[in-house]
């Protein structure tokens, strides 16, 4: 159980300022969520939070995925809400190689977690803020990815 100090800072850490993509959708999805988990307070608002972290991802996996660019890797074109399959033919692409494994599953780790926290009917606090976190850190990790955390550098 916890107490109401712990949870306090828990909710205060939460809503913490996030850099922003350059995705309005994403930057949307990722302030609704934090503002969400500062407020929740039962089950049921704990799988809320779960489905607008599956939400965000589906607006990043659209805002990088190119079918073009990334083809698909089971022959099978994903839906215009297919996060996972975006995000795998994404990934795939941009990271390359057995040395690139390990990133490639924490992106799937990271989308599999949401997917998990919203089905889930006794969700805690706890549970609903590292699912918060991972789907935080793989915004960060995607925008890190494909450019869009690197330096400007005005020439």
């Known amino acids: 159980m916890i ?14 300022l996030v850099e922003p993509t350059g995705w309005a959708r994403v930057d949307r ?18 799988q809320a939070v779960g489905l607008l972290c599956r939400e965000a991802i589906i607006s990043l996996a659209q805002a990088v995925y190119d079918p073009d660019l ?19 033919n994404y990934i ?6 057995s040395s690139n494994e ?8 990271a989308y599999q977690l ?12 706890r549970e609903t803020a590292l699912c918060v976190e991972a789907t935080r850190s793989l915004v960060n990790a995607i925008a890190i990815i ?10």
């Open 3 to 16: 107490d109401s100090l712990t949870l306090s800072l828990l909710q205060r850490e939460a809503q913490q």
């Open 29 to 46: 999805n990722i302030d609704k969520i934090v503002q969400v988990l500062a407020d929740a307070k039962n089950e049921e608002d704990y």
């Open 70 to 88: 990334h083809p698909c890797l089971d022959g099978v074109n994903p839906s215009e809400t297919d996060a996972k399959r975006m995000l795998e």
């Open 92 to 97: 795939a692409t941009q990271l390359l190689g």
């Open 102 to 109: 390990s990133l490639r599953k924490y992106v799937k780790d």
């Open 114 to 125: 949401t997917v998990t926290l919203q089905h889930k009917r006794n969700a805690n606090f």
């Open 146 to 155: 494909s450019g869009q955390r690197d330096p400007y550098i005005d020439f």
